[in-house]
T-cell receptor
Framework: ETGVTQTPRHLVMGMTNKKSLKCEQHLGHNAMYWYKQSAKKPLELMFV???????ENNSVPSRFSPECPNSSHLFLHLHTLQPEDSALYLC?????????????FGSGTRLTVV | LAKTTQPISMDSYEGQEVNITCSHN???????ITWYQQFPSQGPRFIIQGYKTKVTNEVASLFIPADRKSSTLSLPRVSLSDTAVYYC??????????????WGLGTSLAVNP
């Protein structure tokens, strides 16, 4: 596989559930990102990992917990979410962070919290 | 922080040239201009990047005037498959800068038959 792969593509979860989103990149990049995209809002950067180290957390609620075990994999652990957390969650990678050049995005996970 | 302003939506017809302009009045000296395309339920896809004057690739052209306070993405002879949201992004190219990159709402382009 090439590029950035996200699983699952769709996820419906209750507010008391615990779930995880997975992202994998096969590009040899050193930086990975989680973005949130809600309807009629700009993309919101949530977390940045550069060489496996978290370098940015943009005031994201603790019910979102990222994990980056290596430069190729990124997870977003979800627990006790709220309906307003329903959105498209995008993973991206780049050669290093921060970068405007060379963002490669996955297709996203469409999350619905019920 | 470089803020960008784009039209919310545009309409066009197949075979026409489409120009989408982005304003970025407070662009910094070391900022580059990058355009992305996004289809529904997919992540944004890199289209083109430039610093000044004109850049062209197999997909689009990017025109940047001398003052760099705006830029125009030009899509030649659009087809129905070019219907998407187009984002203009301004920010530094090199690592080591912690400035936050701000995504706007993008321009929703509708190509009609």
């Amino acid at each position: 596989e090439t590029g950035v792969t996200q699983t699952p593509r769709h996820l419906v979860m209750g507010m008391t559930n615990k779930k995880s989103l997975k992202c994998e990149q096969h590009l040899g990049h050193n930086a990975m990102y989680w973005y949130k995209q809600s309807a009629k809002k700009p993309l919101e950067l949530m977390f940045v990992y550069n060489f496996k180290e978290q370098t940015e957390n943009n005031s994201v609620p603790s019910r979102f917990s990222p994990e980056c075990p290596n430069s190729s994999h990124l997870f977003l652990h979800l627990h006790t979410l709220q309906p307003e957390d329903s959105a498209l969650y995008l993973c991206a990678s780049s050669q290093e962070a921060p970068a405007v050049l060379g963002y490669t995005f996955g297709s996203g996970t469409r999350l619905t919290v019920v | 922080l470089a803020k960008t302003t784009q039209p919310i939506s545009m309409d066009s017809y197949e075979g026409q040239e489409v120009n989408i302009t982005c304003s970025h009045n407070n662009i910094a000296t070391n900022d580059y201009i990058t355009w992305y395309q996004q289809f529904p339920s997919q992540g944004p896809r890199f289209i083109i990047q430039g610093y000044k004057t004109k850049v062209t690739n197999e997909v689009a052209s990017l025109f940047i005037p001398a003052d760099r306070k705006s830029s125009t993405l030009s899509l030649p002879r659009v087809s129905l498959s070019d219907t998407a949201v187009y984002y203009c992004l301004v920010g530094p190219k090199n690592a080591g800068n912690n400035r936050k990159l701000i995504w706007g709402l993008g321009t929703s382009l509708a190509v009609n038959p």
